[in-house]
């Protein structure tokens, strides 16, 4: 046993390089869970609402056509309200420049048969782009958002 001293020094540094890796574990901070996630009742009602709206030609029709929304807002409304989820309220509205496609408190285009959207609870929001390949017609976007 002439070299125990050597062991001994080589296990007092595998030592010392655990601790501060197990230091640096914990001192590291972990990524935060994301609590903003679209719940998935929530998710797939937004997606069947995307698909009728998207696979619905008569409406698209209407949507595109319709200036001023009078035919196809009762339609649209009806079948969000048949695909979402229990106890949540919408909104909805169709406009032609995405960018300001906003729902606001004093919005007349905004649809809101349950009140304005408030600012204390989670708000989910999808859309439907709707385009045409005629020409003289202008692409929509079918916005709408919904809360519980």
Avoid at 30 to 38: C, L, R, S, Y
Avoid at 72 to 89: S, T
Wanted: proline content about 5%; some cysteine.
């Amino acid at each position: 046993m002439v070299n125990k001293k050597g062991y001994l020094m080589t296990v007092e540094a595998i030592i010392a390089l655990v601790i501060i890796l197990s230091i640096a574990y914990i001192a590291i901070p972990k990524e935060a869970a994301d609590e903003q996630t679209t719940p998935s009742i929530v998710e797939s009602s937004q997606q069947a609402i995307v698909k009728e709206i998207a696979f619905n030609n008569e409406l698209k029709s209407l949507v595109i056509d319709d200036q001023e929304g009078a035919e196809a807002l009762p339609a649209i409304g009806q079948i969000i309200e048949d695909n979402m989820p229990r106890g949540f309220k919408h909104a909805f509205k169709i406009c032609s420049n995405p960018g300001l496609c906003l729902c606001g408190q004093n919005d007349a285009d905004c649809q809101k048969p349950a009140g304005d959207i408030p600012a204390d609870v989670n708000v989910y929001m999808s859309d439907v782009f709707i385009s045409s390949t005629l020409p003289g017609t202008q692409n929509k976007l079918v916005r709408f958002w919904m809360w519980r």
